[in-house]
């Protein structure tokens, strides 16, 4: 064979392996953005439950957002490092840090809060691919939602200011137990 020729193989190896990595790699991160993966883990499963009771699951309109839809921003490089720092809660499981209720529920309140600041540093991004402002009919909501949309929209608030438990309960804040 001629160099010439070698060359138009290798070129077309590198490029079919190329779109073969592409479709895995989209397929490796689209698998893990089903709620079945996102909740299979022993610890998620206190999510799951609690999620299924929420309008985010379940809803007149027959709409649902998954763990992925709040949880992972759609552009690639932020989905990718939320993919990364998902490690995290992997290891937790892996390492029985979080593997049992119990456990879970110990850590719940840290993790919640650094889930709250990733949404608030966001503005709330991940709410905003469904809810956004100036698409909302204020006029629809109840008086009170109408009002505090208004003034959330006024102060420049983030939809987890409010919203903090629409997806899961709330946890409850630690006592301060500090002995000094």
């Known amino acids: 064979m001629t160099k010439r020729r070698l060359s138009w193989i290798a070129i077309a190896v590198v490029f079919i392996a190329g779109i073969l990595f592409t479709v895995s790699f989209h397929g490796a991160l689209e698998f893990t953005n089903e709620l079945e993966f996102c909740t299979s883990c022993h610890s998620m499963q206190v999510n799951l439950r609690e999620y299924k ?3 985010h699951y379940k809803n007149a309109l027959g709409i649902r957002a998954v763990c992925s839809d709040c949880h992972v921003p759609k552009e690639f490089f932020p989905k ?6 998902a490690y995290k809660d992997v290891l937790g499981e892996i390492t029985g840090v979080i ?5 879970y529920e110990a850590h719940r309140w840290e993790m919640a ?3 709250w600041a990733k949404m ?5 991004r991940e ?7 100036n698409q909302m009919d204020l006029s629809a ?3 009170r939602a109408r009002k505090r949309h208004g003034e959330a929209i006024d102060k420049g608030k983030e939809c987890i200011d409010c919203h903090s438990g629409i997806a899961h309960e ?3 804040e630690p006592d301060d137990d500090d002995d000094s």
Request: proline fraction near 3%; include cysteine; charge should be positive.
């Open 127 to 133: 709410c905003k691919n469904c809810h956004k402002w």
């Open 120 to 124: 608030r540093a966001d503005h709330s």
């Open 80 to 85: 990718m490092k939320a993919k990364i720092l």
């Open 170 to 172: 709330d946890p409850e």
């Open 53 to 55: 009771k929420t309008i």
């Open 99 to 103: 593997d049992t209720k119990k456990k």
């Open 141 to 143: 909501q109840s008086r």
């Open 113 to 115: 809060n650094i889930v």
